[in-house]
């Protein structure tokens, strides 16, 4: 069984980031992350790991080993991934290619540190405080874990900002069969910090003035994020559809609930984001072909409000809350939303 | 015994039991033998002696989801995982129970229950420590998840080179469990002196 493995989530990550060429990782252990930053202390010779005094020094580090030229990732769970947000701002500001791995647990607060959650949809894409376009993707096996990391260390590259790979408490602790699948890697090519004009300010800056104090400038800028970003997403807009015959329902999930899900990919059709963010058009268009569309994830409906503003209507939604991915809970849930819209 | 095609399995007790060694153990074995397997650990943050335990998929079709919520097998080391696990178990389905541990029988009769006092006999062995691997041997007896010598090898594969040594006495547990469910007469004798019936 030549290129099959045993693997745990975590370590996928650690091995995809190893093989994407990380340089540095900085971070703050906590459950259920730790395991990525134990794994990559393995890697001397390659990978420089710090073990900072908390998740906003480890974001910090980052920002400033990827702006001197470096691959740079941390890795965390919900509450560091709170701590990290006006860091992660301060990344989308000045444009520093790294990648931020967030492996949820529940949440809000300590929450349950050892199980899995989805409850940080929303912090991925508003987090921090302005405008900025994050591309956020969300894998849902140990072999894609793997390759979707590297994945993420492209699209940083490409989009200049910090990328978001989404696993959860379940993912990251799993262990299962894996098959590793590499992909091309991309080469920056902005130069590091001291080389050339560009400058490298949290303020709103314009061309080369550090600090430009006219709307039009802080327009201009914002503008040209968002174009950014939305292109290089566009080469990143994974996703698997399952369609079935006669199905008159579709349900969207990813990460772990989307394993839950597929029990059902005989009786429903099922669209698994994997690029969580900017939102795929294609779930819209894909949508249309369905009566009902019904929304399993595990929080109390972040991602649904975002479909239902996508595909403008209302959704089912099923929630599921403090670590359980019980099938039986999609099986009631689904029962309800099918008596809710007849 | 034929081949299991899909073993949903808990392993439960309280941490420093090895019960995540047994759950790694099958999967390793399992894909050894070129199954699907998940293995998901469940256990608490901040508690060491906690309850901890595992979910185990060996098929032979890849895995949906990771998390059993009906298990068709479970080993229990200690009470609370009896308690807690026992009413979850499919019909007909194998427990396998650390007698020497458990202050109490299987209660359901739907299940078939096998009771045996791993930590006594892993103590006679002379390491307590191995008890998980006489509960696997047990188990490993009774289903055919894993061929016994794929569980030997993937021991040999997972200890790391400072324990070494060990391999053989987790061999040997493991060869305890199983003569133990083979022989079966002590089992018998502890459900009619329990029960009041005999263990079939």
Known sequence: ?????????????????????????????????????????????????????????????????????????????????????????????????????????????????????????????????????????????????????????????????????????????????????????????????GGGSRHFTSLTHAGDHPKATVPSAHQELIAALAAKTAGVAARYAFYEYLPVKGADTLLVAFGAASRAAYHFKGECAIFRPIRIFPMLEELAEIARGYRRVVVIEMNAGQYKLLVEALIHRPVGFIPLLGGAVRVSQIEEGLKKCLQEST | MGRVQQERLIIAGFGGQGIMFMGKLLCCAGMLEGRHVTYMPSYGAEVRGGTAYCNVIVSDEEIPSPVVAEPTAAIIMNTPSLIKFEPMLAKKGLIIINSALVDRPAKRRDVEPIHIPATNIADRLGNTRVANMVALGAFLAKRDVVQMQTALAAVEEMLPPYRRHLVEINRQALGEGKSFVESRSADAIWGKITRGFGFG
């Open chain 1, 1 to 193: 069984m030549t290129g099959r493995l045993i693997l745990q989530g975590n370590d996928a990550v650690a091995l995809g980031a190893v093989k994407a060429g990380l340089d540095f990782f900085a971070g703050y252990p906590i459950t259920p992350a730790s395991e990525i930053l134990h794994a990559l202390v393995e890697y001397p010779g390659q990978v420089k790991v710090l073990q900072m005094e908390d998740e906003i020094a480890s974001i910090n580090a980052c920002v400033g080993a990827a702006l001197a030229g470096a691959k740079a990732m941390t890795a965390t769970s919900g509450p560091g991934f709170s701590l990290m947000q006006e860091g992660i701002g301060l990344g989308h500001m000045v444009e520093a290619p790294l990648v931020i791995v967030d492996v949820q647990r529940v949440g809000p607060s300590t929450g349950m540190p050892t199980f899995g959650a989805q409850g940080d949809l929303l912090q991925c894409r508003w987090g921090s405080h302005g405008d900025y376009f994050p591309i956020v993707l969300y894998p849902n096996s140990v072999s894609e874990i793997y390759t979707q990391t590297i994945h993420a260390f492209n699209a940083a590259e490409e989009s200049m900002s910090p990328v978001v790979l989404l696993t959860d408490g379940c993912l990251g602790h799993l262990f299962e069969t894996a098959e590793l699948v590499d992909v091309p890697l991309k080469t920056r090519t902005a130069r590091p910090l």
